[in-house]
């Protein structure tokens, strides 16, 4: 069964029809790459899928339990978007990682880490239980969680700094750490290296894939052509709030079929060559 | 009169004048929070009254709010409740400083709040986290570190806007440096008592400076 099945999502904003009808299924441990140009409405579909937006129709379910309704939602009496406890339980299946990362500024990498699953932990204990909560079991065990994963994303000896001290690369591998740690289903990048400098965007792409080997479900938006094509087991090309076309790397960068999906990879193409040509 | 003396007699009014800066900070600092959440909130009709009332609060003399608080409930109600007790005139002072400066207050909380980032709200809401948490975990102690600045100002105008309440007859240091005025004919006391002023925000200021410095471990 797939982990995660989208089917007819359409988000609008005011009268400009941002998804015109997404579907799409992933399989658990996959990693779908969803490229296009900007205004395509990528980034809209993911905030979607975490619920920073609430699709006007379209379901989306996970496990095969369906998380949301839009047209159920339209006539529910307690709308999803004002049912803070039910909202946050449903987040949880997705996780995020943003563009410009979005870290903590006051918190050292380990405060950012753990931040969430410690608030998560206490809300459920009584007031004076979360008085001596740092010296618990519990707490012991979310340290060594966030340490694990510091340490999967390379920066274990990082751990006591602060998010300005950090390149940007290495803030986007807290942020992903910080993803992690709440042991998401689905992992989103929205442009993860998109604020990087280029030579940057290697050590993040790296652990992406590092997660891949894992077996970590992620749906990546990127515009890294070549990373799609090497990490993606479906490639899904947007344009103008629909699915234009999806496959396999293969299939979509070796022999696509629609001419948008052409026009829009050569003229890629010619923007990487351009690139490679600029003297040093 | 000696030096001594003076001094003695200021040092008197100086405590009051502590005392009430003091007091008006305990409750104008909370105080201007909830404002602030009221000219922040959703809800039209109480973000438009609380508005409404930080414009009245802030477009008038400070001076005139002293006299409304103190005189008012007597005209109204026929009952003049800060005279009918010791230190009534001193509470009526501190009800209309802490309202005065909890409006002041709540427009640089509201500024400091306003700068914090869509992102972050987005971060805190995708990693699972309540409203609540995400204000007093994320936003406000960012706030607390943008706000310090215009705060230090606000709390140093706030010493000296003390001996306004000498108007509705509290008895601060300028009171009392009026008093010898009038009944010894001596002046150099009011003068006096500006040093009074100057030393206690000289201590603010380096104060507010190692606050700042404390808070510095991160840069936004």
Known sequence: MAILEVKGIKKSFGSTNVLKGIDFSLEKGEVIAIIGSSGSGKTTLLRCLNFLEFADEGTISVNGEVLYDGVAESSAKKKLKNDDKRLRKQRLHFGLVFQNFNLFPHKSVMGNLMLAPVLQAKSELSFMERWRFEKSDAYAAIREKALATLKRVGLIEKKDSYPCELSGGQQQRVAIARALVMNPDILCFDEPTSALDPELTGEVLKVIRELKDSSTTMIVVTHEMEFARDVADKVIYMADGVIEEAGTPEEVFGSPKSE??????????????????KPE | MKFIDVTLQLLDGFGTTCLLFALTLVFALPLGLLICFGSMTKFKPLRYLTRAFVWIIRGTPLMLQLFVVFYVPGMLFDNPIFSQFANGRFVAALVAFVINYACYFSEIYRGGIESISKGQYEACAV??????????????????????????????????????????????????AETILSLKALIWPLFYAGAFYLIFNGLLTLLFGFIEKKLSYYKV
Request: no cysteine.
């Open chain 1, 260 to 277: 948008r999906t052409k026009a829009f990879l050569a003229s890629r193409k010619n923007a990487a060559a351009i690139q490679e040509d």
């Open chain 2, 127 to 176: 990693l699972g986290m309540t409203k609540g948490q995400t204000f007093f975990h994320v936003v406000l102690p960012q706030v607390v570190k943008r706000i310090v600045p215009p705060m230090s100002n606000e709390i140093i105008t706030l010493v000296k806007d003390t001996s306004l309440a000498r108007v509705i007859a509290v008895i601060d240091i300028v009171f009392a």
